[in-house]
Nanobody, 122 residues
Framework: VQLQASGGGLVQPGGSLRLSCATSGSALDYYAIGWFRQVSGKAREGVSCIGSSDGSTYYADSVKGRFTISRDNAKNTVYLQMNSLKPEDTAVYSC????????????????WGQGTQVTVSS
């Protein structure tokens, strides 16, 4: 399984970004995909995930109501729409195959896309 994350950048507080996680083959048919973020020196945080079968989703409390995860199976891509961005959202965001329920997510399977930097600053 190959994953490729993209879409990060520099945005002002209150702005929006859309991250993409392109996957190989029919990965989305078999694997839930999660977005994780990490700030240097801090623990990695599971931000959101989307299931493979029923498309169930999870959001961390810190992003609930601002971020939306979706997938396009035809394009083998998972998206993370990030609105109302805050400086505390600044981190390296990575996508990975994941264990995903409506209450939690963590990496599973060992497949990761490279990180993409999101910086929220005025």
């Amino acid at each position: 399984v190959q994953l490729q994350a993209s879409g990060g950048g520099l945005v002002q507080p209150g702005g929006s970004l859309r991250l993409s996680c392109a996957t190989s083959g029919s990965a989305l048919d078999y694997y839930a995909i999660g977005w994780f973020r990490q700030v240097s020196g801090k623990a990695r945080e599971g931000v959101s995930c989307i299931g493979s079968s029923d498309g169930s989703t999870y959001y961390a409390d810190s992003v609930k109501g601002r971020f939306t995860i979706s997938r396009d199976n035809a394009k083998n891509t998972v998206y993370l729409q990030m609105n109302s961005l805050k400086p505390e959202d600044t981190a390296v965001y990575s996508c990975a195959t994941a264990y995903c329920t409506v209450v939690t997510t963590w990496p599973m399977g060992g497949w990761w896309g490279q990180g993409t930097q999101v910086t929220v600053s005025s």
